[in-house]
């Protein structure tokens, strides 16, 4: 029998698709029909037999790529209870050490923040009740070419929605969608974890300025921007507390390596490069700037049509640290020419990926700091000596911590070592299927697809060496430690099953 509702939000209570009342009411989309009432298609959920309030259930995570694997590795540290007692002091054994996670990256659809700009809001609220079917189901493939799913996969007892674009756009969305449902499944998101996360950083009374530096689609979603200031309110903060958003366009896809955006074996500038250049007039590399920019050259993280870099006509960012850069400095001009600007005090990574940079970014916030353009410091006066860097999967942890105990769900009998890693790749089964060079979707087949037509995109496989490329092998291995392992360990266990050659499994 279904359990009643008990949605416990994560999310921005502004951040919501604006003008779009898809979800508000008891009609199904396409997608949710498909789920909820065709027993024939593939994401069909018998919700009617689900096993909910079943603490042993694992814990579903969920971003657009592998950027949301810094929220789980947040998870995973999170050591701030004594687990016998779960009173209120480290014990150096995780707090969610006997909790399985089931991670999945939709890779092949990412970038979300894209969409938005493209004026598919509708395709990506699709894409993200996809990824929460697949947590609410039962199927994966094995492999990219496998024709039939396996079928062995867990149910969850809690989803957290480890992408700010996807909480950002579908907080009424997914609330509508676990209510039709009809599951007692708690949702936490990282907006409202981030903003509280951040005032915390500031005195009641205090003057300063935020910066928010995420994708352009969560920026254009304002998600982060209204939930500070409506927090500021309720929360009784009485300061000029001024926020300045930055779109980071190019930084997720960089990380993800996306060929459009960075493309680490090109020697000179590209016929498909998308990122900010000298001509781009949405994002200008600004000539004046190129001092204060101080971009890497070395190793082509820079593509310039000459040799001497003062006499590029084309000029393009191939680097995910080189891309920090740019969008730093043009957030720091946008406070710079405000002549009411207040010192920035704190910054948000409003976006999965970029805490993977964090050391990227104290080093170019502290560089700017430093900065002289004829003898004056032109930014340290608008720049707090020791700017915060906000990761809101810290507070995500503390969320989910207290909602698990609150409706005693935490698993006193499992592993974090069983934790499991999906990606989504194309499906090349689909005949509507096109891809690039790289075999991913084309960037216009990407986004030219219409929200409706409900097909097998993707096939969700297991994490291996075929699905993700050494370099971001590499940069999990070095920056998330913790969950690599886990990942390391749930591939050479379904490496077993799945019969993978040793240069496909992750070492």
């Known amino acids: 029998m279904r359990a009643l509702l008990f949605l416990v939000l994560g999310f921005a209570a502004c951040g919501s698709l604006q003008g779009d009342s898809q979800g508000d009411d008891k009609t199904l989309l396409p997608i949710e029909a498909s789920i909820l009432e065709d027993r024939e298609n593939f994401y069909y959920v018998d919700v009617d037999n689900y096993e909910t309030g079943d603490a042993t259930l694992p814990i579903g995570v969920f971003d657009s790529g592998t950027g949301g694997l810094t929220v789980l590795d947040a998870l995973v540290r999170y050591d701030q209870h004594e687990n016998e007692s779960w009173i209120t002091g480290a014990d150096d054994m995780a707090d969610f050490n006997a909790e399985k996670f089931i991670y999945l990256a939709d890779q092949a659809n990412m970038p979300y923040g894209n969409y938005h700009a493209e004026g598919k809001t509708d395709l990506l609220l699709e894409h993200i009740i996809k990824d929460a079917q697949f947590m609410l189901g039962n199927n994966y493939y094995e492999n990219a070419t496998a024709k039939v799913p396996k079928t062995d996969k867990q149910h969850i007892k809690a989803l957290v929605i480890a992408c700010n674009t996807a909480t950002a756009y579908g907080q009424e969305h997914i609330d509508a969608f676990i209510e039709k449902t009809g599951l007692d499944i708690p949702v936490v998101g990282v907006i409202n974890a981030g903003a509280l996360g951040t005032l915390e950083h500031f005195q009641k009374d205090e003057d300063g300025s935020i910066g928010v530096f995420a994708t352009v689609g969560t920026i254009a979603s304002k998600g982060y921007e209204n939930t500070l200031l409506e927090m500021k309110t309720d929360l009784g903060y009485t300061g000029d507390i001024q926020i300045y958003n930055q779109g980071g366009y190019g930084v997720a896809e960089a990380v993800d390596e996306e060929l459009g955006f960075i493309d680490r074996s090109a020697t000179r500038p590209r016929n498909d490069y998308r990122g900010p250049s000298l001509e781009n007039e949405n994002y200008l590399i600004d000539r ?168 097998e995109y993707v096939k969700v496989v297991p994490f291996s060496k075929e699905n993700i490329s050494d370099d971001i092998l590499e940069r999990l291995r070095a920056s998330i430690p913790e969950t690599y392992k886990l990942i390391h360990a749930f591939n050479a266990e379904s490496a077993k099953v799945a019969d993978l050659s040793d240069e496909n499994r992750i070492r």
């Open 288 to 455: 004046t700037l190129m001092d204060v920019y101080d971009f890497d050259f070395d190793h082509n993280k820079m593509l310039c049509d000459s040799e001497n870099t003062d006499d590029c006509t084309i000029l393009q960012i191939n680097s995910p640290d080189n891309y920090v850069r740019y969008h730093l400095v043009s957030m720091m001009e946008k406070i710079r020419n405000n002549p009411n600007a207040k010192p920035l005090k704190a910054l948000v990574l409003g976006c999965t990926h970029y805490p993977y940079l964090t050391s990227e970014i104290n080093e170019i916030l502290e560089d700017l700091y430093d900065y002289q353009r004829d003898g004056d410091y032109i930014y340290r006066n608008i720049m707090d000596d020791d700017i915060q860097i906000i990761d809101p999967a810290e507070h995500v942890a503390k969320e989910l911590f207290d909602i698990l105990e609150e409706r005693d769900l935490f698993n006193k009998e499992g592993s974090m070592a069983n934790s499991e890693f999906f990606i989504s790749v194309p499906n090349l089964d689909n005949k509507n299927v096109q891809l690039g060079d790289d075999q991913r979707f084309t960037y216009d087949y990407k986004y030219g697809r219409n929200a409706g037509e409900i097909q």
